[in-house]
Nanobody, 120 residues
Framework: QVQLVESGGGLVQAGGFLRLSCVAS????????MGWYRQAPGKQRELVAT???????NYGDSVKGRFTISRDTAKNTVYLQVNSLKPEDTGVYYC??????????????WGQGTQVTVSS
């Protein structure tokens, strides 16, 4: 069974920074892409950043220039460096991955989420 486990969330003051990590474990063939989404209270889950093959990155408009996604493919891990945090960045950050579980089948997986709270 595939699992995604996040770490690195916490409480930080506005202007501060955090580094989120997510590691994929279990039995699978390969990882197609990994990334992060977030959900603020009362709002829909939104894209933060994803990274696919060739290290191509895709960012949500609200985080461009402040957040940086990176991957360590050897460790099945994705990182999110979050800088210049704003109170509106507060929310639960979920790790996401598209994983090839068999030669012909890929599935999306989600982590349990890690809370990021930014105080003003």
């Amino acid at each position: 069974q595939v699992q995604l486990v996040e770490s690195g969330g916490g409480l930080v003051q506005a202007g501060g920074f955090l580094r989120l990590s997510c590691v994929a474990s279990g039995k699978f063939f390969s990882i197609n892409a990994m990334g992060w989404y977030r959900q603020a209270p009362g709002k829909q889950r939104e894209l933060v950043a994803t990274m696919g093959g060739g290290d191509s990155a895709n960012y949500g408009d609200s985080v461009k220039g402040r957040f940086t996604i990176s991957r360590d493919t050897a460790k099945n891990t994705v990182y999110l460096q979050v800088n210049s945090l704003k109170p509106e960045d507060t929310g639960v950050y979920y790790c996401w991955s598209s994983i090839k579980v068999s030669p012909l089948l890929s599935r999306p997986y989600w982590g349990q989420g890690t809370q990021v709270t930014v105080s003003s």
